[in-house]
């Protein structure tokens, strides 16, 4: 080589570096995906929760005996919890005496102590395999010949109402993450067309010597790829950061109104790398069709 | 005719004609027509000059050349082919025929001398290791031998033209087109960087070199193509 060759080695990149005019971009971008993942993670511990809120009404049958008179209302629940145990796809029976059911019904009635005569219902809980419920009718059917009346609630009529509750929340989340992403793509495009008109000179430069538009929008590309990357791997770890602080004050506070709780399985742990990638794809795309179209445009 | 070693010479082209234009009329958007009725034809491996008053439509003459505009009517052929109807997909194989020289030079400030010279090449996919040492030749040829690590910024006008002259002439073009390539140069320079084009056009490259210098244009016997309000007024040898 020449002795007068040029002394630096590398090949320099054909876009400017960076200097500080992407960094609006970067910081909008990071907002915007940090906002996503809280949604994201928001979704994730709504749907754990709503799962949760079917399950346990699925799985589970109340039955009230209801006290006759001269009769051991606490003995009776005691003797029907047991013929109940024994039915196929019982899986446990809980007989809550007088004491459990004055608390259960204290909200209404107060917590002061209640006449003796009043006849105040037992409650039998039972925990049913979800899958394979005891045939509908058979627990009325079991003690239909017993001396004592008793009320079966299988939950049904809560169980549509609480599905429809939790479809609600779900979809309300999912649509939140969906708008912040178009919101972020729609931000992305924007900087992606201002970032082209501030470079202008580098892709007519380009163009002007022979290079291919894929050539062109390839630099772009591949320049909005990292930034978007970047920007949600800032966001999402900081959202992941947010979630579990909020996660652990719920947990702490003991369910208090007002601190909100959250409820995340570790299937929520993959939300943060995948809300990163996700961001960078769109940018990257987002890039690519704002150049593409725009060498079009000035260059037919 | 005598031979001059300024002269250009002829050479051997692979097709005939480099640049035919048939009855070519421009616009820019809706205003008049910048450029009207023109019809010249540049064989290959020729050199013209194009002459004219400033606004005369010799820059708008220039990018119809390397497409940078399409005309509002006429044909325009390069290098055997109808330009005008050449899909924008052509263009990059087009424009790696055509080295351009503008007059604004048209560098990129992030980038060295020698990186800008050499972007023809790498555009083209050329690895560094094997064009170094042209760029760095033709660098030291212009006289930009010891300021190819500079950025365009740090360089006078004249520096800028030279280094946006060895961008053109780099990937050797079949086609040099040059819009007031000695305009910023002291009349020395002038001479080399005339003298590099000859040597262009000796090697089979057609030059078309847009200049207001009547000494440079009288230094070489060269046919001259003359543009007066977007018209031809004069031109050595007519399609």
Request: proline share 6%; with cysteine; glycine share 8%.
């Amino acid at each position: 080589m020449s002795k007068n060759s040029s002394k630096s080695q590398r090949v320099a990149p054909l876009l400017p570096p960076d200097s500080g005019r992407d960094r609006p971009l970067f910081a909008v971008a990071a907002i915007l995906v940090f906002l996503a993942c809280l949604s994201a993670f928001g979704a994730a511990g709504a749907w754990r929760a709503a799962d949760g809120w079917t399950d346990q009404l699925t799985a589970e049958i109340t039955v009230q005996i209801l006290p006759g008179e001269d009769r051991d209302a606490d003995a009776d629940a005691v003797a029907a919890a047991e013929a109940i145990a024994r039915l196929p796809g019982v899986e446990g029976v809980t007989a809550l005496d007088r004491a459990e059911a004055e608390r259960l019904v204290s909200p209404w009635l107060g917590t002061a102590d209640l006449p003796e005569d009043l006849p105040v219902p037992r409650l039998v809980a039972v925990q049913v395999n979800a899958d394979n419920p005891p045939a509908s009718g058979a627990i009325e059917a079991l003690l239909a010949d017993e001396p004592y009346e008793i009320l079966v609630d299988d939950h049904q009529r809560w169980e549509d109402a609480v599905q429809r509750a939790a479809n609600a929340v779900r979809y309300f989340a999912l649509g939140l993450v969906l708008l912040l992403t178009i919101a972020a793509a729609a931000v992305v495009a924007f900087a992606a067309r201002a970032s082209l008109a501030a470079r202008w000179d580098v892709a007519e430069a380009l163009h002007l010597v022979g290079a291919q538009d894929r050539y062109i929008t390839g630099l772009f590309q591949e320049r909005f790829f990292f930034l978007g990357l970047k920007s949600g791997l800032t966001g999402s770890v900081a959202a992941a950061l947010a979630a579990l602080a909020l996660a652990h004050a719920g947990a702490a506070s003991g369910g208090l109104f007002f601190v909100p709780t959250l409820e995340l399985g570790w299937s929520a742990l993959a939300i943060p790398p995948l809300a990163a990638l996700i961001a960078a794809l769109i940018a990257a795309l987002a890039a690519r069709t704002a150049v593409s179209s725009d060498l079009k445009a000035r260059w037919s | 005719m005598s031979s001059h070693p300024n002269d250009p010479a002829p050479s051997a082209p692979a097709f005939e004609t480099a640049v035919r234009f048939d009855s070519v009329g421009m616009r820019y958007g809706r205003g008049p027509e910048v450029l009207s009725d023109l019809s010249f034809e540049l064989p290959s491996g020729s050199f013209h000059f194009l002459t004219g008053p400033s606004g005369a439509g010799k820059s708008s003459l220039l990018r119809l050349i390397y497409r940078a505009e399409r005309p509002s009517r006429g044909l325009i052929n390069l290098f055997g082919r109808d330009a005008s109807l050449l899909p924008r997909e052509a263009l990059p194989a087009l424009r790696r025929r055509i080295g351009v020289v503008f007059q604004d030079f048209r560098l990129l400030d992030h980038l060295t001398v020698f990186d800008n010279v050499a972007l023809p090449l790498r555009v083209a996919g050329q690895a560094r290791s094997s064009y170094a040492e042209d760029v760095a030749e033709l660098l030291t040829w212009v006289g930009l031998g010891e300021r190819m690590d500079a950025f365009p910024s740090t360089l006078s006008g004249g520096e800028q033209q030279r280094a946006a002259i060895a961008r053109a002439v780099i990937s050797k073009p079949d086609l040099l087109i040059a819009d007031e390539p000695t305009g910023n140069v002291d009349p020395e320079m002038a001479r080399r960087l005339l003298r590099l084009f000859v040597e262009l056009n000796r090697l089979g490259a057609t030059i078309l070199m847009a200049t207001h210098d009547l000494t440079l244009v009288n230094s070489l016997k060269a046919p001259v193509l003359e543009l007066s309000e977007g018209r031809l007024v004069g031109q050595a040898r007519v399609a």
